[in-house]
């Protein structure tokens, strides 16, 4: 199954992200998000040809430039050499086809392809709402959709697709977990920070994983590597697991004019 942690590398690239997923790796991550539209699956893979570990889990997304069935093929080939593995782990449809243009039905049909090649090990959906989660299961089965990964935090609990995610079996990727750094100016956050002696971050990050969540935080600072990596050690009360549900302000960040209409 997927890790419940990762390292995200949204926004990141080059010679200095290459050296931050190394050091991931050595500090005992297994798990590498990227994507095609980030443009740097060609560093994150020159991390993986020299990691120390060789069991780190990678997902990519496929950008919807390349959502017709040849292309998704096509351009998981070239993800696959960038990423210098020969078969990749996990791989997501991005965002939905801006007004459909291209059915998920025939990308969906594509990754399947693809798994049967060989070319990946599992597929998955990225941004999904609970009616396009709904038609994605309907054409290949919830079985075969490992995870929607979808925007949660504290201010953004997402709770009508994480529950319709829990009710069919299909785990959740939280991405944008810190809220771009919001999470460590709360009080709430703080005070049950000090309760644990941690940090509020860390604190956020405890909370998703006590959630059941997959949590992918991205970062540009070796201690804060290492500092999210020991979240996974925090054992939150109910208490605190009552007082961050009730942070919930449905405050989403990451909305482009491509976005689907959401729940």
Known sequence: MIPNFGMG???????????LVTE??????????????????ADVGNALAHASSDDVFVTTKVWFDNFKHQKVLDSLKQ?????????????????????????????????????EQGLIKHFGVSNFTTSLMERAIKHVGAD????????????????????????????????????????VENSTLQAIAREHNVTAAQVALAWEMHKGFVTIPSTTKTEHLRSNLKAQKIQLTEQDMADIAAL????????????????
């Open 79 to 115: 993800s696959s050499d960038k990423l210098q593995r020969s078969c990749i782990d996990l791989a997501l449809i991005h965002w939905p086809s801006p007004n459909d243009q291209v059915p998920m039905e025939e990308t969906l049909d594509a990754l399947t392809e693809a798994r």
């Open 9 to 19: 590398t949204f926004r990141l690239k080059g010679p200095t992200l290459t050296e």
């Open 144 to 183: 075969n959709i490992m995870t929607n990964q979808v925007e949660v935090h504290p201010f953004m609990q997402n709770r009508k697709v994480t529950d319709a995610c829990e009710n069919k079996d299909i785990k959740v990727t939280a991405y944008l977990p810190l809220a771009k750094g919001k999470v």
């Open 24 to 41: 991931a790796i050595e500090m005992g991550y297994k798990h590498i998000d990227t994507a095609q539209a980030y443009e740097n699956e």
């Open 248 to 263: 919930d302000q449905n405050e989403r960040i990451i909305d482009p004019d491509f976005a689907p209409k959401w729940d």
